[in-house]
């Protein structure tokens, strides 16, 4: 089910995202939070990134493009664009990208020239108490027979001229610049539902985007994540270790929109990019 969100004052606020924080960088090393050394070893870091997020949320609340464009520039060196004349201005848009994670989402919401975007996206914890952030996204429901919902959102928000972002593989993906031949047999699986959601509003425009470079490979370098030989386990970890830690925040990720898609059914256009 998708949490129903509370308003917090700040300091509660901060409170919650340092425990939940926490326990994600806890569970991204295989490692159990409670633990009282573990706790004094995560909690300082947990409470600089719980002071981030904080920080999105109030930047967020009336687009996600200003407080992307925030994180983008936090997080990594630099990050290269290619290709934004390809998108619209106006009207219902639909922009569809792939999922190598860290700043995917951040990178493409920063990149687009418009500020009426929302994403579609499934519910995580650190939400529910962000409601800034939760009024940017079209939740997509636990149980199938509720998906007709998170459909019906969706075509609403394109009828009134806006910009949908999906990431239609629905889970991380391999990093294209990593993993090249992996990040292409992925688009394989990509959900049918972005065609479908633009047949249902006339004159939507499906705009291909690919990015790569996300995790920086001062991170996946580190002892800590070659533990891991498993690459996805170890890109997790080395993405992890750059929400943490500053030395680790130097990616060069690129950004590429592709060439606009009129037909909803140009299925082969829209894993061009």
């Known amino acids: ?17 340092t425990q939940m924080s926490a326990g994600m960088f806890a569970e991204a090393f295989r490692l159990r939070y409670g633990q009282r050394p573990l706790e004094k070893l995560l909690l300082p870091i947990a409470r600089r990134f719980a002071g981030d997020v904080i920080t999105f949320h109030e930047l967020a609340a009336h687009d996600l493009k200003r407080p992307s464009q925030w994180v983008v520039e936090q997080l990594c060196s630099d990050l290269t664009v290619n290709g ?21 989402a951040m990178a493409v919401f920063a990149s687009l020239p418009r500020t009426d975007t929302k994403v579609i996206a ?3 914890n650190l939400l529910d108490v962000l409601p800034n952030i939760r009024q940017h996204i079209i939740f997509v429901a636990e149980e199938h027979s509720q998906h007709v919902a998170t459909l019906r959102q969706a075509i609403a928000h394109l009828q009134n001229g806006g910009t949908i972002v999906t990431f239609p593989a629905g889970e991380i993906e391999p990093d294209p610049q990593l ?22 509003v006339p004159g939507t425009i499906i705009v291909p985007a690919a ?25 997790w970890v080395a993405a992890t270790l750059q929400f943490m830690f500053k030395r680790y ?9 592709g060439q606009p898609i ?11 990019v």
């Open 1 to 17: 089910m998708v949490g129903t969100p509370f308003p917090l004052p700040r300091t509660h606020m901060h409170s919650a995202l």
């Open 84 to 104: 934004a004349e390809n998108v619209p201005h106006a009207g219902p848009l639909i922009v569809t990208c792939n999922h190598p994670g860290v700043i995917d």
């Open 122 to 124: 499934r519910t995580r």
């Open 179 to 200: 993993y090249s031949q992996s990040a292409q047999d992925s688009t394989k699986n990509w959900s049918k539902s972005v065609a479908l959601l633009a047949r249902q």
């Open 211 to 235: 990015i790569g470079g996300v995790i920086a490979e001062r991170a996946r370098e580190t002892w800590l994540a070659r533990r891991y030989h498993k690459p996805a386990t170890r890109d």
């Open 249 to 257: 925040r130097d990616a060069h990720p690129t950004l590429y929109f």
């Open 262 to 272: 009129v037909s909803a059914d140009d299925r082969t256009a829209l894993h061009a």
